[in-house]
């Protein structure tokens, strides 16, 4: 009777879990993404700035651990960029966009750092659900930048594919390393 329940419980639990799961699933080779249930994005001006419902102005300064980072530019369909830029790419399927951003990152820190390393992106899309499934190695060229020094400053580009649904009210997430502590988020729209 015992094992009967703990069967019982693993079981709703595991059901409560992924229906308020964010997950894609796979239908006829296509992929379909389920909007979180669970998100809680509302644009709040008095949420605190850099927060997802008080994103940070495309453009602006997000200081992210030791660094200054800015989003200054978004191009929301770049398909023919990447296209055209790397003839091994795959473009996106019908309900997908390759999204670029070009990034700027001064390194206030002490000693040296790697950006690569130390800061993390994604996109939010404006359901909830994150992507970082990256376009193409060749447009990819923030992960390129190598040891920066105090005041040194990096540039390029990070290329992301995203749901096309999800593109309206997305943000850049910008997380140091592997923590979430000190995420910030920028507006794309």
């Not at 997950?23 to 700035?49: M, Q």
């Not at 309900?95 to 002490?110: D, Q």
């Not at 910008?174 to 979430?180: E, F, H, P």
């Amino acid at each position: 009777m015992r094992i009967v329940y703990k069967i019982w419980k693993i079981a709703v639990i595991a059901g409560v879990i992924s229906s308020f799961s964010g997950c894609a699933t796979v239908n006829d080779g296509s992929t379909t993404i389920k909007p979180s249930t669970l998100s809680t994005f509302s644009e709040d001006e008095n949420a605190e700035v850099g927060s997802r419902n008080n994103p940070i102005a495309l453009g602006d300064l997000a200081v992210i651990n030791d660094w200054q980072v800015q989003i200054i530019s978004v191009n929301k369909d770049a398909r023919k960029l990447v296209m055209d830029s790397d003839e091994y790419a795959s473009p996106p399927s019908s309900n997908e966009r390759f999204v670029l951003f070009k990034i700027v990152a001064t390194y206030m820190g002490e000693e040296s750092s790697e950006p690569s390393s130390d800061l993390r992106f994604k996109i939010v899309g404006g359901r909830g659900n994150t992507f970082s499934k990256s376009c193409s190695y060749s447009v990819d060229t923030f992960d390129q930048n190598e040891e920066t020094f105090t005041g040194a400053t990096v540039t390029g580009d990070l290329c992301f594919t995203v749901d096309a649904n999800q593109i309206v009210g997305a943000t850049v997430s910008i997380q140091g390393d592997y923590s979430s502590q000190d995420r910030k988020f920028v507006l794309i729209n």
